[in-house]
């Protein structure tokens, strides 16, 4: 039960940094990039993960002041970011849900005659154990 609740957890965790970090750098990267540095044609949202090359032989058009190298290094600074944000994201989600979501209850007290064993128990030691 105990390695169920962490895969549960981690594979929870991990999905949920991937999908944090791709809206977070697809929509940095749509409002910082595309359209001011160069306006594509054919691929809308998150065009980070395609090639610039591609882009420069599709005809997108580049802004004054950028150049398609600066773009390309851009490009995989933000593809660099994502992977990033996606372990941190990651592994801060996984340690706050670990310690947040209880594991398994612990085993409960055992009872006799109703309620919890108070006081000596006997052992098969003494036989008198109960007069003790």
């Not at 990039?33 to 005809?59: L, P, Q, V």
């Not at 944000?85 to 592994?91: F, N, P, Q, R, T």
Request: aromatic share 14%; proline share 5%; with cysteine.
């Amino acid at each position: 039960m105990k390695s169920f609740r962490f895969i549960l957890l981690l594979s929870a965790s991990v999905l949920l940094g991937a999908i944090v970090s791709g809206i977070i750098t697809m929509t940095t990267w749509n409002i910082r990039i595309e359209d001011k540095a160069f306006h594509c044609w054919d691929i809308g949202f998150g065009s980070y993960w395609t090639d610039i090359s591609s882009h420069a032989s599709a005809g997108d058009t580049i802004s004054a002041g950028w150049t398609w190298e600066k773009l390309r290094q851009v490009r995989l600074n933000y593809i660099e970011t994502f992977w990033l944000l996606w372990a941190v994201i990651s592994l801060i989600t996984f340690l706050i849900s670990y310690r947040l979501w209880p594991g398994p209850s612990p085993r409960p007290t055992p009872l006799v005659a109703g309620g919890p064993i108070v006081g000596r128990v006997p052992t098969l030691r003494h036989s008198s154990a109960w007069e003790r």
